[in-house]
């Protein structure tokens, strides 16, 4: 059974950082890429980031270019993503997956396993 565990959610006021991790169960490495997409209340789940487990090619939504970062450290079976200045429009659930498709990754359908979620909250 494939497992991911997304930790390091939270309340930050608008301009702080927060690092997201998904620690993935070793079933997913053979899978082609993770992703991170996020839920707003009342909204669809919008695609954040991606990146390939091989080569950590990775690509961010225009959204969030500039001031996410997604990487993963292939040791530890972990993809995070690092947040900086954060903005109120930010919060929202915040979920990672994995996908065994080469394209199509800004869509959710394309994702095989996810996790169940951690909140990010920023207040302004």
């Known amino acids: 059974q494939v497992q991911l565990v997304e930790s390091g959610g939270g309340l930050v006021q608008a301009g702080g950082s927060l690092r997201l991790s998904c620690a993935a169960s070793r079933g997913t490495f053979s899978n082609y890429a993770m992703g991170w997409f996020r839920q707003a209340p009342g909204q669809e789940r919008e695609f954040v980031a991606r990146?390939?487990?091989?080569?950590?090619?990775?690509f961010h939504a225009d959204s969030v270019k500039g001031r996410f970062t997604i990487s993963r450290d292939i040791a530890k079976n972990t993809v995070y993503l690092q947040m900086n200045s954060l903005k109120p429009e930010d919060t929202a659930v915040y979920y990672c997956a994995s996908s065994n498709k080469r394209t199509g990754l800004i869509y959710y359908g394309n994702y095989d396993y996810w996790g169940q979620g951690t909140q990010v909250t920023v207040s302004s």
């Open positions: 990146i390939t487990w091989s080569g950590g090619s990775t």
